[in-house]
Each structure stands twice: as structure tokens, then as C-alpha cells.
């Protein structure tokens, strides 16, 4: 299944306050990451650059952007401060999304990680 075709079928799952949400987080993760594999892992709509790069999905209440690195989250501890961090993912009300230049920041590094980590298991 394409990647279009993989996040069709996890939208049509999700509640009609959430689409316009996880449509919106697909789309900037593919402005700034094209040639990003669309996955499904864990329940969860994932993007791989060389290993997983980020993930969107929903909870009861809340949109998520799973940023997978730990590392990163601590990083940016006083930029997310007044956002629902659990782990490694943020939550957040589909009305009051993230700002994009936040996702934008969040999804660069991920890639850069991700880059630095290949090259690294090449050698």
C-alpha cells in the first residue's frame, strides 16, 4: 500500500475533529521531508529517513506528534514548555495545534540525527 493510500485508511478510523489536524502534520512532514517513507507502527502513521523519523496519531482527547527521540525532547524542554509531553510525544488539542515553525524545527533535527546515525553505522 502507498503512503497515501496507508494514511486514507488510518484517517477514515479517526474522529472528523482530528482529520483536519493529522492532514495538516502529514502534509508539513512531507514539505520538509518528500522522500520520507510512510509507515504504520504501533498504532501510530510513522515517516522513515533512514529509521523513524517522526510519527502523528491521535489519543482520546488529543493529536500527537511522536518525535522518537528522547534526546531531542530534553533539548527543546523550554520551547515546549505549556505543551502535554509524555515521553517522547507531544500532545495537543486539534484546535490549538502546534506551531509550525516548532514541527519544522522538531522534524530538521530528526533528520539530522537520523543522517549523523547512518553515517555513523556505515564506518
Do not use: W
Amino acid at each position: 500500500m502507498d503512503g497515501l493510500a496507508l494514511f486514507n485508511s488510518y484517517l477514515n478510523k479517526q474522529q472528523d475533529s482530528f482529520k483536519p489536524c493529522l492532514i495538516a502534520l502529514r502534509n508539513l512532514v512531507l514539505s520538509i521531508a518528500p522522500y520520507a517513507e510512510e509507515t504504520f507502527s504501533y498504532q501510530v502513521h510513522c515517516f522513515k529517513h533512514h529509521y523513524m523519523l517522526v510519527g502523528i496519531g491521535v489519543t482520546k482527547d488529543f493529536c500527537s506528534l511522536y518525535t522518537m527521540s528522547p534526546k531531542l525532547v530534553k533539548s527543546m524542554k523550554d520551547e515546549l514548555k505549556g505543551c502535554k509531553v509524555s515521553g517522547t510525544t507531544i500532545h495537543f488539542s486539534p484546535a490549538d495545534a502546534l506551531p509550525e515553525p516548532l514541527i519544522t524545527k522538531i522534524i530538521l533535527e530528526r533528520i539530522r540525527q537520523n543522517e549523523l546515525l547512518a553515517a555513523t553505522r556505515k564506518k
